[in-house]
């Protein structure tokens, strides 16, 4: 009884949450971004996918439970491509996205930078967001390398271009702030260049969906056609979460390390004070991408007649599902 509770009947390719309301997607990603998968070993993986393939030719073993199964299905989630069907890389899967992208934050806020290390930190920044953008993109059609690299190129470009010519060069030259405000104030600075910056990277980084379409699935998942109006929506919806990804992550750090470095316990111990900036930022990433990246869920729906005449004369269907990447 306990575990029907928790784990409803077990459906392929599904979430175990309703992805109709935030609450569940919410529930839903926290799963997908678990750092536990992180560790699931190469034979265990195969296990997983082995026991969906059982399940989806109908020759499950006996005894297998639907918690067995939907853990499954969120360790190949978490693992593989949904498109590619191949493994993405540690650093670039989502549930890598935290713990590989913590200390970038963290010297995206470091005090007291220079023109060279503001340039590091958000090439650094930047590239790390090119290859998760890259690889949690929807990729029904191939990427040629060479539009990647225009991309990741482009995208690098303008992050740094924002970060340090829009923004820290004139905070630089604002004679009129104080020494302690100045301070504050280029504490927040990461936020604005990071944000416009995430745009331009989601959008550069993958608009060969934009040129050519993304495939659209009726609800028996069947590709009915490839629509560019449906990849708009995609990269709207996942620019949108990068906007938000990173207000608690860069907004947050600076207003609690103003208060905690005046306490007498980092004014006395000032070794503590990055330890301590650091566990910060891991609180601020473990709440901001859950909440952000459940916006929208990956598996979106939108209405035939929104979208190109001949995919509408392809279905009889009245929505369409696209994956809108993550």
Not at 47 to 71: I, M, R, Y
Request: aromatic share 8%.
């Amino acid at each position: 009884m306990a575990e029907s509770t928790a784990y409803p009947p077990f459906q392929l390719g599904k979430s175990r949450f309703d992805q109709n309301t935030f609450s569940g997607r919410l529930r839903h990603f926290l799963d997908v971004i678990d750092p536990r998968t992180l560790f699931v070993s190469e034979s265990h993986l195969q296990e997983c996918v082995k026991l969906l393939d059982n399940f989806k030719h109908g020759n499950l073993p006996s005894g297998v439970t639907d918690a067995q199964l939907w853990q499954a299905q969120k360790i190949k989630q978490a693992v593989i491509h949904p498109d590619t069907g191949e493994k993405i890389l540690m650093p670039f899967r989502m549930s890598g996205y935290v713990p590989f992208g913590t200390p970038v934050v963290v010297g995206l806020l470091l005090p007291n930078q220079t023109l060279g290390s503001t340039v590091f930190w958000q090439w650094l920044n930047q590239s790390h967001n090119a290859c998760v953008n890259y690889a949690n993109r929807n990729a029904t059609k191939p990427t040629p390398a060479s539009k990647f690299l225009l991309g990741y190129l482009g995208a690098v470009t303008s992050a740094v271009s924002i970060a340090v010519v829009g923004l820290n060069v004139l905070i630089q030259k604002a004679n009129k702030f104080s020494p302690a405000t100045r301070v504050l104030v280029q504490r927040f600075v990461p936020f604005p260049a990071v944000a416009s910056a995430n745009v331009c990277n989601v959008v550069l980084m993958r608009n060969s969906e934009l040129a050519e379409g993304i495939d659209v699935l009726d609800a028996n998942g069947n590709v009915v056609g490839t629509s560019r109006i449906a990849a708009r929506h995609a990269l709207l919806e996942t620019a949108l979460t990068r906007v938000v990804l990173p207000m608690p992550i860069l907004v947050l750090p600076p207003m609690v390390m103003a208060f905690l470095e005046r306490l007498p316990l980092l004014q006395t111990h000032r070794r503590l004070v990055l330890p301590v900036h650091s566990l910060v930022c891991l609180a601020a990433f473990g709440l901001a991408l859950p909440l952000a990246i459940s916006l929208f869920p990956q598996m979106s729906q939108v209405e035939v007649s929104r979208l190109e005449p001949e995919i509408a004369m392809a279905t009889d269907s009245k929505m369409v599902t696209y994956n809108k990447g993550l």
